[in-house]
């Protein structure tokens, strides 16, 4: 048997955090090790408890799931952050931290589907010269890519994606690349 996935919990809705709780505690081979409903928490829980998942909303008072998402990416390369947002109205953004772990052909696909769900795109990537192979222990692809800037812009504009910006960040782990972009 596997270790259960700890997941840590970061919304700022406590009817959210509970609906999602009461989810993740039915799905076998995950465990809840905590919640946090400012960005602040989200930070101090997941470097005090290290969960395999951060699952953080965007949009929490104080600190940011954006500006947490990065500093405790700065602090701990061993967490996976899974960001996700919602909206009330038509500008849903489709956020994803996933996307190290697909290669250009699987990232193609992914990219079209989002293009046709949301108008606008939000994720992070590492920056980097190809294919790495990751030593965590979750079961997710032990591959993943690490992009250069031109071929990630190529990429999105090849997929229906305009950039609209792209800043780099440096943390412990190395550069990652924010890109933001909106559908072409």
């Not at 505690?25 to 465990?31: C, F, G, L, R």
């Not at 909303?57 to 947490?68: E, Q, R, V, Y």
Request: a negative charge; glycine letters at 6%.
């Amino acid at each position: 048997m596997n270790a259960p996935i700890r997941i840590l919990i970061a919304d700022d809705h406590p009817l959210f955090r509970s609906g999602l709780r009461a989810l993740l505690d039915s799905v076998a081979d995950t465990e809840v090790v905590g919640e946090a409903a400012t960005g602040e928490e989200a930070v101090e829980i997941a470097l005090a408890l290290t969960p395999d998942v951060v699952v953080m909303d965007i949009n929490m008072p104080g600190l940011n799931g954006i500006d947490a998402t990065r500093d405790i990416l700065d602090e701990s390369g061993d967490i996976n952050i899974l960001v996700m947002t919602m909206h009330d109205d038509d500008d849903a953004v489709f956020a994803d931290a996933v996307f190290l772990h697909f290669d250009r052909a699987q990232l193609d696909g992914v990219l079209r589907k989002a293009a046709r769900a949301a108008p606008v795109l939000a994720f992070a990537t590492r920056e980097g010269k190809g294919e790495e192979w990751s030593n965590r222990h979750l079961d997710l692809p032990r591959h993943f890519v690490l992009w250069q800037e031109a071929p990630l812009r190529d990429l999105l504009a090849a997929t229906g994606w305009s950039v609209r910006r792209l800043e780099r960040g440096d943390s412990r782990i190395g550069t990652w690349l924010q890109i933001l972009a909106v559908r072409a």
